[in-house]
């Protein structure tokens, strides 16, 4: 998520983060990692943080801090991230993934399930099956 650059200290625990996010320390930068991490537009990260685009593209201009359920929203996605990318163990693999349909979710692209705190969940339980070789 950048660490200090982006959320203004060093994050070690959960507890870390929540303090950042409460004192509205994280900044739209987080999104913008994000975004450019796995290939998302504004229209879909503007979807996932339940905001409208043009929200977001203010918030990108004028460089803002993420209110707590979007900072809360941003390290869920990062979670899914970082899972990912090491159970693909390369992250092209884990894009591709992501934009391909996948039984194990009725047919659906993984990338539409992050617009939902139960939908990223459930991907994160999808990736520690696929981990264990029981999906792929």
Partial sequence: MGG????GRDIHTRLDF?????????????????QNKI???NKMMSSIL????????RHIKED???KKAESETAYE??????????????????NEWLYTKNTALGEE???????SSIGREQLLDLLVSIEHGMYS
């Fill in 4 to 7: 200090p650059k982006n959320i």
């Fill in 18 to 34: 929540i303090k950042a996010s409460r004192e509205g320390a994280v900044s739209i930068a987080v999104v913008k990692s994000i």
């Fill in 39 to 41: 290939h998302l537009t």
């Fill in 50 to 57: 339940e905001i409208s685009e043009s929200t977001l593209q």
């Fill in 64 to 66: 803002r801090k993420l």
């Fill in 77 to 94: 996605v990062s979670k899914v991230i970082a899972k990912g990318i090491e159970v693909f163990e390369d992250e092209n693999d884990f």
């Fill in 109 to 115: 692209r993984p990338i539409d399930w992050l617009d």
